[in-house]
């Protein structure tokens, strides 16, 4: 199987509009007008309209309340960030990882504006722990994805792919790494999300909650852009475009969705007003729609909206038209960050 090579930063001798996504040729020379595929410009665009950084949420009330939470919130709070940390410091990697071995200068651009806010997610979860608890506590929190046994279990499969791709840069490699990356951003995160997003409709911690809006923001554009990339990478490469890796994609969804769930009855089993059951049903929709976004078929036609019913105020708003549940009433966070000082650099 053909490795692929790192792509040199400028060659002249080859076009500027890239001959395929992986393995072509190209310049380097990124001309957003003359793309091999004109779709990119947009996803770019989208992924660039969100721009945010953590320090701006203000976190004041969330740190009076983080001691009047339950234990069993403030251990699923603390679990959690530790299995975002887990996903999200990675993710920066592999989106730098994709675009070192892009062909096509678009999708190289497109990765740096995802790594980039891959890297804001992580901070953002340091930010959270360093202001509602102790120095242990978040350490404690950040360790998790290499001691807690159900994480581990739970990531064994990303941390195989992602380090294949690494290890050995192929073009089955690198569309496998993609078909983790939408699962990362369209359902590894959900549960978690929604653990947070229960909170803030009982008006706990709200702070936290409007960063972690932000976030699932950001993850359901880059989901939308990277599985648009794995459909144009495939085209290109329709060898690989096969019964077998249709039905690998397949089994990979359903063994997250399981994942997903055993971890979501691990983490939220304690928590007022999260159903489990609807949980599930969640997480099999939120499947349904990244498969969707492949260019797949549902596996759980019975879970074509959404069951959890309450979530849909902050998750389902997402989109150019509605503003989200967090900046309907009326920016609940105020602007801490008084970087705006450019005399002082
Ligand atoms: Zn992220
Ligand atoms: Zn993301």
Redesign the pocket.
């Known amino acids: 199987m053909a490795t692929l090579t790192r792509v040199k930063v400028l060659n002249p001798a080859q076009p500027n509009k890239s001959t395929a996504i992986f393995g072509g040729e190209a310049s380097g020379i990124l001309n957003w007008n003359d793309l091999a595929h004109p779709h990119f410009y947009t996803l770019r665009q989208k992924i660039r309209s969100l721009f945010w950084t953590a320090n701006e949420v203000d976190m004041t009330q969330d740190v009076k309340q983080f001691a009047d939470l339950s234990k069993a919130e403030q251990e699923a709070f603390l679990k959690i960030i530790g299995l975002?940390a887990t996903?999200?410091g990675p993710?920066t990697v592999v989106a730098m990882k994709i675009a070192d071995f892009a062909t096509d200068p678009s999708v190289k651009s497109i990765m740096a504006t995802i790594a980039d806010?891959?890297s804001e997610?992580?901070h953002s979860y340091a930010y959270v722990l360093s202001s509602v608890t102790t120095l242990d506590k978040q350490m404690a929190s950040f360790e998790m994805g290499r001691t807690d046994e159900v994480l581990m279990k739970r990531n064994a499969r990303i941390v195989d792919i992602y380090n294949e791709f690494a290890e050995k840069p192929t073009i089955e490699t690198v569309l496998k790494a993609m078909v983790y990356t939408t699962l990362?951003?369209g359902l590894f995160?959900y549960s978690g999300f929604a653990f947070f997003y229960n909170l803030a409709r009982h008006q706990k911690m709200v702070g936290t909650s409007t960063m972690i809006s932000y976030?699932n923001r950001?993850?359901l554009q880059?989901g939308k852009a990277i599985s648009d990339i794995f459909r144009a990478a495939l085209a290109e490469n329709p060898e690989y475009n096969t019964e077998a890796f249709t039905e690998w994609i397949y089994d990979q969804f359903r063994h997250s969705v399981e994942q997903e769930i055993i971890w979501s009855r691990y983490v939220l089993g304690e928590i007022e007003g999260i159903d489990l059951d609807e949980m599930a049903g969640y997480v099999k929709y939120r499947a349904n729609k990244m498969l969707r976004m492949l260019g797949l078929s549902e596996i759980y036609p019975e879970f074509a909206e959404n069951p959890m019913k309450w979530i849909r105020a902050y998750v389902d708003n997402f989109d150019d038209t509605k503003t989200d549940f967090f900046e309907q009433t009326s920016r609940q966070y105020v602007k801490t960050s008084d970087l705006n000082g450019f005399d002082d650099l």
């Open positions: 975002l996903l999200d993710q806010q891959e997610h992580n990362l951003e995160f976030i950001d993850e880059h």
